[in-house]
């Protein structure tokens, strides 16, 4: 075995620092449980921190007659009527607490003059009911995450990668990886691990995630310990992301810009979005305008870099600065250029994973014993299509139950059974990878993989271009047994790579394999082919290995809910 070990052993190891990893672990910290958190990134610069638009519950502080049935009933409808009622019930009931949670931790909220949370409209909610502070809601609450965890003096170690999880006969008993910096390998035992580890949108080209985050770590250690993932094909893109500079694609431009009245044009100059959804134009839904935007450049009357232009220009200079802040400083910072005076140009970006690990409704465990899954690694609440702002309360609200489940699971377990076998195959794995010495590099196979995705699984698929991607993933897969890995003095950031490289291969298989299953156009996935939504379609689809495709029946929509589910007015409304 290669250099330094550690060996460190807890009740609960939690895989991943942003809001739910640390939810879990304040959870866990709060009831006196023996807790480690685990990060491959600063856990002050968690993807967490990137979300803007606000946080959702029905506090009912702006429209008195808002409740979480109706909450339950925008997101089941906003969902194609694929996520899981009983995860979405739980999330609506609980999110009043969590966002108590916040306020207990010092949260500092955005308030009406008498002392009422504000809250906004955002996107397709009947009633005003998402939280905020500024347009930073996500970076606030990660700051107030990281100081709680602080208070409570919660072992944080953001420089450690996980590359397996330890399970015998089932059973979870600890995880194996490294150092992100000076390669020490770490082993450490645990009666139970929560993986909160993200999506999988990084295996696109454009993408909101930035390098080396969502690679769908989430996804390859759950398959590999056993789990399973669901609906890995139900991908929302965002309609707006920049196309330059390269290395940062995908960088967002907040919704507010079409919210503040922001228009589209193609290169030719028409307002495109007349053909596509004339009445709400800009503000219709994330799906549609994706899906304009992407029909647009596909048919030849994009802009020359392959977008459209998004153009506030002609807004008044002090609206922009007051309302759209961040926008405007992050196009001077990436590009030098000034969205009072020029048209942004932007096409489609990955955004937000709404499949992921499959898990029980009530405690997010995975069938495997003593495993977790919370937050964007998750499944059940978001379906075909998510509604805005309820991925920051799924964070809050499961997090504190996963905790609760982990620690009653951990106090409940009479003995830890060990495997000297699985340990030798998580230590194997890695040396032999630090031994690779192929001509391949793994940033060049990365590429390749988001290339292929980006071509075959993106805005709209058929099934020429999902057969097409499998045979482009098999020949990257095939490069990937030959690639070279060189940890330097700068840190083993080259082995971390590798792993990300493996965790987006299976990610993008299961993709592929599930978008080939669903033989419809429901919400984010669109098949070409298929135009049109499928009655019998309305399932999850369970992955458990290549071209292992399941379907999951989806329960029956309480009455008092399904009552509820009418069309929401969009007038006046930015439509998430």
Partial sequence: MNGPQRQVATSVLIIGTGGSGLRAAIELAERRVDVLAVGKRPKADAHTSLAAGGINAALATMDPADDWRQHAADTLRESYLLAHPDVVQTVTEGAARGIEDLERYGMLFAREEDGRISQRFFGAHTYRRTAFAGDYTGLEIQRTLVNRAAQLHIPILDTVYITRILVSDNVVFGAYGFDINDGTRYVIHADAVVLAAGGHTRIWRRTSSRRDENTGDSFRLAVLAGGRIRDPELVQFHPSGVIEPENAAGTLVSEAARGEGGVLRNDLGERFMARYDPQRMELST?????????????????????????????????????????????????????????????????????????????????????????????????????????????????????GQAAAEYSAGLVEQRRSAGVLAEARGEVDELLHNDGPENVRALQRALRNTMTEHAGVVRDETGLLAGLSELDAVEDRMSRMGVHPDIAGFQDLAHAFDLKAAALAARATLDAALERRETRGCHNRSDYPDLDESMRVNLVWSGPRLVDREEIPPIPEEIFALMREVSTVGKLVE
């Fill in 286 to 402: 994330r799906d549609r305008v994706a899906l304009a935007a992407y029909t647009e450049i596909k048919e030849g009357r994009g802009t020359p870099n392959g977008g459209v232009w998004l153009d506030v220009s002609h807004l008044p200079q002090e609206k922009i600065m007051r309302r759209l802040p961040r926008v405007y400083q992050t196009l001077l910072e990436l590009q030098m250029l000034d969205i009072t005076q020029t048209p942004i140009e932007i096409a489609p970006t990955a955004h937000y994973s709404m499949g992921g690990v499959w898990v029980r409704p009530e405690d997010h465990s995975t069938g495997v014993d003593g495993l977790y899954a919370i937050g964007e690694a998750a499944s059940g609440l978001h379906g075909a299509n998510r509604l805005g702002g309820n991925s920051l309360i799924e964070l809050l609200v499961y997090g504190r139950i996963v």
